[in-house]
């Protein structure tokens, strides 16, 4: 196997979590520099694991294993690709739902705000819309709401009026560009903390992580076998709401489950863990990736 470039977060309590059996059938949604993947093959003896990953860094890192498929596709069509391989149920689904180090790492993918480069943010190099893309062609009213909504960046008006005056005179194409237009809204001393919010909206409107995201969870109820595994880490509250609501309702808005006539709710998982998992004092410090990481399981019925 090639270089594992991304330390794998919470790595011992996804194991756990996912019950392995030698024999069982898995699916690693989020390959990524294949950490998780690794341990996992190492649990198994004549099991099967498909891993998805849509990134062409990542697929050049696979490993060589004929117990594992390789799908090179967003995990959003997890349901088609297993039918393809002629898969039905599977018994446990892990998702990192984290931008690999290696991404944040890569100057000329655009994902932080440390490096210059080109302003694309895309996971998959073959995508349409670049980060460079959304600044320079939305409207007031959608530049607002990607930053609001992904960003969660309160009072984002100041920061789009900036982009929309800087892209009149001058389209935006590099990491400097944005800087630019974007350091002198930071509110306060909080410099990194909202560039770091900024980057963040960007990167999810680019890549449609939280339609992905839905598309994906509403999916595992129906490839998943009875007493098997969903194990997720989500790494800020707008993925952990969405994951929360899924296995607590089996729909990702619903907050509450509905019931039957007799009052029972009508759910198809069980939680594991109540709480979500957060990472011990060890990893916070040889890991800091893991800061912001929530792990949550649960168990389908």
Partial sequence: ????????????????????????????????????????????????????????????????????????????????????I?????????????????????????????????????????????????????????????????????????????????????????ISDLLQVAEPCVPGREKNKFLAKVFQALRIEVNREMEALKDMLMQTKDVLAPGGRLVVISYHSLEDRLVKNFMKTGDCEQTQPEQDFYGKPLVPFIAISRKPIVAGEQELQSNTRSRSAKLRICEKL
């Fill in 1 to 84: 196997m090639g270089d594992v470039y991304h330390v794998p977060v919470l790595l011992n309590d996804c194991i756990e979590g996912l019950k392995l059996k030698p024999d069982g059938t898995y699916v690693d949604l989020t390959f990524g520099g294949g950490g998780h993947t690794r341990e996992i093959l190492n649990k198994l003896i004549n099991g099967r694991l498909i891993v998805f990953d849509q990134d062409e860094d990542a697929y050049r890192n696979r490993p060589e294993d004929e117990r594992l498929i390789f799908v090179r596709h967003n995990f959003r069509y997890l349901k088609n690709f297993l039918r393809y």
């Fill in 86 to 174: 002629g898969i039905e149920k599977v018994d446990g689904i892990l998702a990192d739902l984290g931008v690999s180090s290696h991404h944040f790492d890569t100057p000329e993918r655009g994902f932080s705000f440390r490096f210059e480069g080109d302003l694309d943010m895309r996971m998959n190099k073959q995508a349409s819309i670049t980060a460079a893309d959304v600044l320079n062609t939305y409207d007031e009213d959608s530049l607002f709401k990607v930053f609001k909504n992904y960003g969660e960046i309160k009072k984002s008006g100041k920061l789009v009026r900036a982009i929309i005056a800087q892209r009149t005179t001058r389209p935006f194409k590099m």
